[in-house]
């Protein structure tokens, strides 16, 4: 028989040995989940390395190909851009359901002011940007001045953008042809230009250079801290000294000055200046931002989750495509990941609350 002091030693050693291993498990989980909160873009980030690696090894150089590769960029460009400037609007909590409408306005306004009144297609593209900051700076004052939520405005905004984009340009379509003839800058966003086999527009540079920048931007200055602040608590916020008001102004006239940069990519991208197109942007661009990581309760995300939000969608719906897939398997997928996506934001915050 083992003395009392023998015994009590082993089962101290025991609980010892369990307690370490139970620790270095929660360490590690710990620790995983310090790294999806610390860098939201790492989930996004996975799924579309993991995508490419299964269409790569399932599709082969049909895939892996620069064409191919830089075709997703291209496909991407205007949601991206679009995407950018929602991911700047939820992140102060907020929402804006007239992004699309604004894109495709600004590229209206750039064509008819060009082609109806005969002004030089520069100051034509100055007007359509600048337009599309004030409609964007008419939401935030709204929503920061008047108090409104931003579902609600931006709906309604939605709606009148939508009809006075279609009763401003009389349905009228601008040809892709006298276009090119006659104002060739406004096409300029979609010309393409070849490195190594791989071709890339205008528009897809402008989208990488926007992600840099606003990444920055958000990550290493005041504005981008009071974005973030404005988002996670608004009182809060204010009572640290943030001009909320401002920045929430701001912040959606910036919204809609990029959503006006995507109306001129757009004209780049299909040719024409068309009232009609550009229909879903505002379903994508948000569809981008969530799959992207970005908490819809404000507050936390990051503008490259976004950008590989947009990509991972333009990976699926290029390689479902290339393997011959029914299209609406894409939608099924895009689905099931922005169900994810939620489910794995919320488990994020429940872990860290």
Request: with cysteine.
């Amino acid at each position: 028989m083992p003395s009392s002091d023998n015994y009590e030693s082993v089962v101290g050693k025991a609980n010892a040995e369990v307690a370490s291993f139970g620790g270095r498990d929660k360490s590690l989980i710990a620790r995983f989940h310090h790294a999806l909160h610390t860098t939201p873009a790492l989930v996004p980030l996975i799924v579309l390395l993991a995508a490419i690696a299964i269409f790569g090894v399932a599709l082969g150089s049909k895939f892996f190909s620069p064409f191919a590769l830089t075709l997703i960029l291209q496909q991407v460009q205007i949601v991206g851009i679009v995407a950018a400037a929602q991911s700047l609007v939820i992140l102060t909590a907020g929402i804006d359901l007239s992004v699309g409408a604004i894109a495709v306005i600004s590229s209206v306004v750039m064509g008819q002011f060009t082609f109806r009144y005969g002004i030089p297609p520069a100051i034509a593209v100055a007007c359509g940007l600048a337009f599309g900051t004030a409609i964007g700076a008419l939401n935030g004052w709204l929503i920061a001045r008047m108090k409104l939520p931003p579902f609600i405005v931006t709906l309604g905004m939605w709606q009148i953008v939508l009809a006075a984009n279609f009763l401003y340009s009389q349905n009228e379509t601008i040809r892709s042809q006298d276009i090119a003839e006659q104002a060739p800058l406004l096409q300029f966003m979609g010309n393409k230009f070849n490195i190594g086999g791989a071709v890339f527009t205008f528009g897809v540079v402008f989208m990488v250079l926007l992600v840099l920048v606003l990444a920055y931007v958000l990550k290493h200055t005041a504005w981008g801290r009071h974005v973030y602040a404005v988002g996670d608590d608004a009182e809060a916020a204010e009572l640290s000294g943030v001009n909320v008001s401002r920045t929430l102004i701001s912040v959606y006239a910036l919204a809609g000055l990029i959503c006006a940069f995507a109306g001129w990519a757009l004209i780049g991208r299909i040719g024409s200046v068309s009232p009609t197109s550009g229909q879903l942007l505002n379903i994508e661009s948000i569809t981008a931002v969530v799959i992207g990581g970005i908490s819809l309760f404000g507050g936390r995300g990051s503008i490259l989750g976004t950008f590989f939000g947009a990509l991972i969608v333009g990976v699926f719906t290029l390689g479902l495509r290339l393997a011959g897939a029914d299209a609406q398997w894409t939608f099924l997928l895009i689905g099931a990941l922005i169900i994810a996506a939620v489910a794995v934001d919320q488990w994020i915050r429940k872990v860290a609350a």
